[in-house]
T-cell receptor, first 110, second 112 residues
């Protein structure tokens, strides 16, 4: 099956800093999503981005499908950005079953 | 708009007791439904998925089962819980294969 690798595994930021999270995948994908898991465990949808670039406020994401990676940018980080960020992908033969990366734990300090 | 409800939010159950977690989706018809588990640490593991009423596919052999008695209802069950069943259980839905998926708030299960 497809392999999904996220880096870095852990990230500590000072409030106001910018950061980039990376997701590499081993095969062609039909769907890629970025999620933020808040301290209560809920998975919040950030981006549905099988290809191209999207922006939502201080967050933006880029997926280069031909090179099999996606990047999540966090600008001017805030303490509320703390949590785990997951990348999840679907392939043609995965029948809607997401394969998740291991996540990046982000801690934003005041 | 579509919403997904999952309950209970937390549950503490003794070893050997039964389990029933419920997930319902509102505002859509014939969704794909999923149960994931997140053990200590970060990884999310797909347990079951369903593309229609009565159609359940299991991804890993385990002590759990799933049922879909109605179009927008997905239930995760066990007859006898094990300590290893502890974890965070998340229900999700998508309108079709390869489309955006949305997750419920999760149930934190502790088996004691």
């Amino acid at each position: 099956g497809i392999q999904v690798e996220q880096s870095p595994p852990d990230l500590i930021l000072q409030e106001g800093a910018n950061s980039t999270l990376r997701c590499n995948f081993s095969d062609s994908v039909n769907n890629l999503q970025w999620f933020h898991q808040n301290p209560w465990g809920q998975l919040i949808n950030l981006f549905y981005i099988p290809s191209g670039t999207k922006q939502n406020g201080r967050l933006s994401a880029t997926t280069v499908a031909t090179e099999r990676y996606s990047l999540l940018y966090i600008s001017s980080s805030q303490t509320t950005d703390s949590g785990v960020y997951f990348c999840a992908v679907l392939t043609t033969d995965s029948w809607g079953k997401f394969q998740f990366g291991a996540g990046t734990q982000v801690v934003v300090t005041p | 708009s579509q919403t997904i409800h999952q309950w209970p939010a937390t549950l503490v159950q003794p070893v050997g007791s039964p389990l029933s977690l419920e997930c319902t989706v509102e505002g859509t018809s014939n969704p794909n439904l999923y149960w994931y588990r997140q053990a200590a640490g970060r990884g999310l593991q797909l347990l079951f998925y369903s593309v229609g009423i009565g159609q359940i596919s299991s991804e890993v052999p385990q002590n759990l089962s799933a049922s879909r008695p109605q179009d927008r209802q997905f239930i995760l069950s066990s007859k006898k819980l094990l300590l290893s069943d502890s974890g965070f259980y998340l229900c999700a839905w998508s309108i079709a294969l390869n489309t955006e998926a949305f997750f419920g708030q999760g149930t934190r299960l502790t088996v004691v």
